[in-house]
T-cell receptor
Framework: DTAVSQTPKYLVTQMGNDKSIKCEQNLGHDTMYWYKQDSKKFLKIMFS???????INETVPNRFSPKSPDKAHLNLHINSLELGDSAVYFC???????????FGSGTRLTVV | KQEVTQIPAALSVPEGENLVLNCSFTDSAIYNLQWFRQDPGKGLTSLLLIQSSQREQTSGRLNASLDKSSGRSTLYIAASQPGDSATYLCAVEGENTGFQKLVFGTGTRLLVSP
């Protein structure tokens, strides 16, 4: 069973479109995250949710809106996609500060 | 603002060599440090987690050390194998953040040739 699963794995779309990426974890973790990995492979946090509550929102354009319907799911909706949004988006989960992270396999978003 | 740097950016070694990857961070007020492995087109796999009160952690052929006061960590890989080829990332979590927020390094791309 995949611990943190993201869909879709690949997403190619045109500028201006709206798209969503879904994430689910079956680990029972309380905290979920979205990270963005840019073209230089640098990973940076975007959002963090703890028990469905938004905890961290790192200077991300408001075109990005995370939604957590329950603590096992954290979706990312992106409006009016721009070329610069092309990246790999990783979902992750964790249970407490003394524990490590579990990452999903990533969603490669390409905006053309 | 925490900044994490990894040296070297890329490393190519023959199979069987022992090697060391370096990670440095600018703010020593960390809660923990983690090493991850990323294979091409894949997610991140957690390798080792070192709490700020610990000096090292070991898992199989991997050993990670932490010198918090000097802002350094090393990942030692013994008897490297071609299957170790991947990008290795270190990440730190600050003491003062209420919830986990990892700041990642720039990564070391490792190639182990048979």
């Amino acid at each position: 069973d995949t611990a943190v699963s993201q869909t879709p794995k690949y997403l190619v779309t045109q500028m201006g479109n709206d798209k969503s990426i879904k994430c689910e974890q079956n680990l029972g973790h309380d905290t979920m995250y979205w990270y963005k990995q840019d073209s230089k492979k640098f990973l940076k946090i975007m959002f963090s949710y703890n028990n469905k509550e938004l905890i961290i929102n790192e200077t991300v354009p408001n075109r990005f809106s995370p939604k957590s319907p329950d603590k096992a799911h954290l979706n990312l909706h992106i409006n009016s996609l721009e070329l610069g949004d092309s990246a790999v988006y990783f979902c992750a989960s964790s249970q407490g500060r003394s524990h490590g992270y579990t990452f999903g396999s990533g969603t490669r978003l390409t905006v053309v | 603002k925490q900044e994490v740097t990894q040296i070297p950016a890329a490393l190519s070694v023959p199979e069987g060599e022992n090697l060391v990857l370096n990670c440095s961070f600018t703010d020593s007020a960390i809660y923990n440090l983690q090493w991850f492995r990323q294979d091409p087109g894949k997610g991140l796999t957690s390798l080792l987690l070192i709490q700020s009160s610990q000096r090292e952690q070991t898992s199989g052929r991997l050993n990670a050390s932490l010198d918090k006061s000097s802002g350094r960590s090393t990942l030692y890989i013994a008897a490297s194998q071609p299957g170790d080829s991947a990008t290795y990332l270190c990440a730190v979590e600050g003491e003062n953040t209420g919830f986990q927020k990892l700041v990642f390094g720039t990564g070391t791309r490792l190639l182990v040739s048979p």
